[in-house]
């Protein structure tokens, strides 16, 4: 774990009031609860087979959430700069996580323990506003996750891909295309497809 700066600090904070304001006496007491990270590219969050004992927040970089189903890699989801990243259930219960989360480049990430969440839970100073950040974190996920079988349904390949573009286009410039087309659930073959037709589109 490092030190994390002021900087880092007010970005977190700033992201936070999307959820929940802290007092200045509030912050201080949060703060200190909080830990900070560094990831190589490629480097795992989370392994399947362990249990995610972190939420973390991604202050620079992005992640992917991957399986791995008879010795292949499937991606499922992304998330960038200003995130929050976890496997939720296996915070929430203790149970071992299925999925993997690594670093699609070099990335640096806030966390929160459980211990130090239960520890915040506890705390009548704050326990208030953690359990109004915990409840707003499980809204914001329930949401991507409805949005992300929505698209299956309702969405072609094509028009998931162009959802994809506006949440991350940088970084689909570095990400290999066998992830991308695992995402949208195709082929790199079709996917080569789809990207030469936006090309003439446009």
């Not at 007491?29 to 973390?56: P, R, V, W």
């Not at 189903?69 to 299925?98: H, W």
Request: glycine share 4%; net charge positive; proline share 2%.
């Amino acid at each position: 774990m490092h030190t994390i700066s002021e900087g880092q600090l007010s970005t977190f904070r700033r992201q936070l009031e999307k959820y929940v304001v802290f007092t200045d006496v509030e912050w201080e007491i949060f703060q200190q609860h909080l830990d900070y990270t560094t990831f190589k590219k490629k480097q795992h969050f989370l392994e399947a087979g362990n249990i995610c004992n972190y939420i973390g927040f991604i202050l620079v970089g992005s992640v992917r959430y991957y399986y791995i189903k008879d010795g292949i890699e499937l991606t499922g989801y992304f998330n960038y700069e200003n995130e929050y990243i976890s496997s939720y259930k296996s915070f929430l219960t203790g149970c071992v996580a299925l999925n993997n989360i690594q670093a699609l480049e070099p990335s640096e990430i806030i966390l929160i323990s459980r211990k130090n969440m239960d520890l915040m839970l506890s705390n009548p100073s704050i326990s208030f506003k953690i359990e109004r950040f915990n409840r707003q974190l499980a809204e914001y996920l329930v949401v991507c996750y409805e949005d992300r079988t929505n698209s299956f349904i309702t969405q072609t390949p094509e028009e998931r891909y162009l959802g994809l573009m506006k949440t991350g286009k940088e970084i689909l410039q570095k990400v290999p295309q066998h992830y991308i087309a695992n995402y949208l659930g195709i082929t790199p073959v079709s996917l080569s497809r789809i990207r030469k037709r936006i090309s003439e589109k446009k």
